[in-house]
């Protein structure tokens, strides 16, 4: 028999015998919580089945199991006792039924992509087309804008806007506009509750942005040359026809190959993007079996991360 089997038995019934899964569970939790979970054991129910509080349950219980086993001592090498101990916190952790049910509750769903009317009769056609600038004509004259306005913040002009809750000035604006120019980005979101925050920027944020910044100078008429009249002026009426089109939502399926080379972008935490756990099944199980740890939390609350595109996407609905 092999080595591996041997303590596999061994170490099940040395844990039966010195520290019972019932017991640590009575340790961790006296109160309701712990009855659901021996209430589990005893029907002896699916990973597909159990909540989330409850994993959480079984993986305290490993991590007091873990350092028992590892005091006792077996006539095996060290290696090898390591390696149990892994193995013990990690099936239980990566049950194959556990990522079927995660799989299914965090991934096999649909993500969002808000885009303007104008545009929708070709990404019908074509598909969503990453490395398509749809601004291409009006990069440089948006930029000159741009550095009109940070001209007039020198002189006190105090332009602000609110993105969601934060009050922002006209240089972090222009930073995230160039950004945008600069990287003509496809994103996609799971969040629906962003998918309605960003439908209502008629014509996508940039239009909107660009809107925004001609019609205060229009309205509080500082002074500037004639030939910056002239591109306020030009920038605001483009900026009416593109914000005069309702944005659409386009659906996608989680489980689309067309997510398995896309970027993870984790807000807020420091890091520019890590490979993307979405797309087929086979795809999803490599990637998160060796990081679950990193990318639970941001799947768990969707307004956390987006999936930024980075091949053409035929499947439109």
Request: glycine share 4%.
């Amino acid at each position: 028999m092999d080595e591996m089997i041997k303590i596999e038995m061994r170490i099940s019934r040395l844990v039966k015998k010195i520290f019972p899964i019932r017991t640590a569970i009575r340790i961790i939790d006296n109160r309701d919580k712990s009855k659901r979970v021996l209430s589990l054991l005893d029907n002896k129910t699916s990973f597909c089945n159990i909540d989330q509080s409850n994993v959480n349950m079984f993986l305290k219980i490993s991590k007091i199991i873990r350092p028992r086993v590892s005091q006792h001592v077996f006539k095996v090498s060290i290696r090898a006792r390591k390696s149990l101990i892994k193995y013990e916190y990690l099936s239980l952790f990566m049950d194959e039924r556990y990522l079927r049910w995660f799989y299914e509750k965090y991934i096999d769903k649909n993500v969002y992509r808000v885009v303007s009317e104008e545009d929708w009769p070709r990404i019908k056609k074509h598909g969503i087309e990453p490395d398509r600038d749809p601004y291409t004509a009006y990069v440089g004259k948006i930029k000159k804008l741009y550095s009109l306005l940070l001209k007039l913040e020198k002189k006190g002009f105090g332009y602000t806007r609110v993105w969601g809750t934060q009050v922002v000035d006209a240089e972090k604006i222009v930073s995230v506009g160039i950004k945008d120019l600069d990287h003509p980005y496809v994103d996609f979101t799971a969040s629906y509750e962003k998918v309605n925050y960003y439908r209502k920027n008629k014509g996508g944020a940039l239009a909107g942005s660009v809107k925004g910044i001609t019609k205060e100078i229009r309205e509080r008429k500082p002074i500037i040359s004639k030939n910056e009249w002239k591109l306020v002026n030009e920038l605001y009426n483009w900026s009416l026809v593109k914000t005069s089109f309702k944005n659409k939502v386009l659906f996608f399926n989680g489980s689309s190959e067309y997510f398995e080379t896309a970027h993870f972008q984790m807000l807020n935490s420091g890091k520019d993007y890590i490979e993307s756990p979405f797309g087929r099944y086979e795809h999803f199980k490599k990637i998160i079996e060796k990081r679950i740890d990193v990318y639970k939390p941001y799947l768990e609350d969707k307004d956390k991360f987006y999936l930024r595109a980075v091949k053409k996407f035929l499947q439109v609905k």
